[in-house]
């Protein structure tokens, strides 16, 4: 598994992202997910950054900085098989919060295991679709 990006959740996605540009993470892919009620911003290069932030109140995101305030949020790892990695890692003992793989950003194909699982890190597998 290689890092694909870094979630970082973020309260303002234009305010974040003009702060990455001014160290020279400039913005790659701009993208809303209705499946996960995200707006997302991915800058930089591979492993990317992608700043995340909720489009309703009830999203992951916007419950997560509500708890937590804004910052890291998760790691992606792109894999080459969603179906084959969640079988793996249920497998291994893993709880799945995503029991099979959903559209993410940028047609990918995306899941997400329990931080619980992953010493408190939330991790989301990407099988990247380009
Ligand atoms: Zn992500």
């Keep these: 598994m290689k ?18 540009a001014k160290v020279g993470l400039k913005l790659v892919h701009r993208e809303t997910v ?10 930089g290069e591979r492993p990317w950054i992608e700043l995340v932030a909720g489009t309703h109140p009830e999203s992951g995101v916007s419950q997560f900085i509500a708890k937590r305030g804004p910052g890291q949020h998760h790691l992606a790892f792109a894999v080459p ?4 990695e969640l079988a793996r890692q249920e497998h ?31 991790i989301e597998l990407v099988e990247e679709r380009h």
């Design 81 to 84: 098989s969603i179906i084959e």
């Design 3 to 20: 890092l694909h990006h870094i979630g970082v959740a973020v309260t303002n996605l234009d305010e974040a992202i003009a702060r990455h």
């Design 92 to 122: 291994a003992g893993a709880r799945l919060i995503d029991k099979e793989a959903r559209p993410g950003a940028w047609g990918h194909m995306v899941a997400f295991l329990h931080p619980k699982d992953q010493g408190g890190v939330l």
């Design 34 to 43: 209705p499946s996960q009620q995200v707006e997302v911003a991915f800058v």
